[in-house]
């Protein structure tokens, strides 16, 4: 006898929504603690603008962040420290954290399914935000403090984003992960962030002393096919030879590529090639993640419309997204070079390539939630791994092909961004799966 389907829960009113907004601040928080240093490093190092293409124009005056800028760039006032640092040195910077964060992904991954997340991924905010007050301080002490405190910063964020993924594979139900995972991740907060962490959030809907019992029905419910088990022995021979979980790794590595290049210098790009002044660079910096925060929220209510509605099966869904994040920006990337002397198509290019690359969000970055959602927590540790390696070598990259030739460097900067994606797209597409893996499942759990 078939049984039947349970009745809806409450929607934007609830404790997982409510989860969601806290999770989206948390995010919000660490991105910004992270970018913070690509912003202010145009102010702090001296000989980070680099001379403009010939064809570029710098003469028009602006009436907005769209507008062409005008004067010299990066018009620094008395007083305002400089730091010797090279374009290597600052590339060394960047991919610093990631380092950090690579160090404790899959250690905290693991952690989170056994200890719960709550307490793990608190600990790791607080510590990264008091971390951040450190480092004006340490930049006055030397490039090497600096490096170490950006190190600490990143295994506290690796701690801090991993377990996320714990939390959601139970308060998330299947047909609005796509919904719920995109608030989340669209975004001196961050000991607020604490402070409303460690009150509000709980690992597991049916510990939560606030939620209503048609909410918590709701949920349990919907992961009911979805069995769990006390069981934390990982399958890591089949999982090294799951083809399914390396596509997903591929898309993380090829879509990692290009963000962090984007976040990391993209202050530097605006400043030097656009030629703007400090105050204008940080408005214009700001804008491509005002556009990947609204794109990632409509991709998850998009996604989740299409899966509700059976309009397109699950592994469709998550083909289809991460074609478009990968595709999209690569385009916008080889075009970059070639409009340098349009100011306005420059920045709209910008703005485009963080917009449509968060497509991904709800494409390969949550497909570890369909293909094991017992090891999500686990498995985005490593995914998230080769999505920093791919920063790490990225930055180091950028910051060497720059300091040989700025104009030629930006260009082959992009030119690789851009082959990387399609290559990692390509891998997906023939191997992406949405449905559990028979080793994810109870009864195929294998003992190393």
Known sequence: MEKPSPRRGPGL???????????????????????????????????????????????????????????????????????????????????????????????????????????????????SSLLSLCTPLAADLGVSLVIVIRVAQGMAQGMAWTGQFTIWAKWAPPLERSKLTSIAGSGGVGCVCCLLWFTVIYDDPTHHPCISLREQEHIVSSLAQQPTSPRRSVPLKAMARCLPLWAIFSGFFSHFWLCTVLVTYLPTYVSSVLRVSIRESGVLSSLPFVAASTCTVLAGQLADFLLSRNLLRLVTVRKLFSALGLLLPSLCALALPFVASSYVTTVALLILIPGTSNLCDVGFIINTLDVAPRYASFLMGISRGFGLLAGIISSTATGFLISQDPASGWRNVFFLAAAVNVLGLAFYLTFGRAEIQDWAKERALTRL
């Open 13 to 127: 009113c609830s404790l997982r929504y409510g989860l969601a907004v806290v999770m989206h601040l948390s995010n919000l928080s660490m991105i910004t603690q992270r970018v913070g240093l690509s912003i202010a490093i145009i102010a702090m190092v001296n000989g980070t603008q680099q001379p403009a293409p010939a064809n570029a124009s710098a003469d028009r005056a602006p009436a907005g962040p769209l507008q062409p800028p005008r004067g010299p760039p990066g018009e620094l006032h008395a007083g305002t420290s400089v730091y010797a640092w090279s374009p290597e040195t600052q590339g060394i910077l960047f991919s610093s954290i990631s380092y950090g964060i690579l160090l404790t992904l899959i250690p905290s991954g693991y952690l989170a399914g056994i200890l719960g997340a709550k307490h793990m991924l608190g600990a790791g905010l607080l510590a």
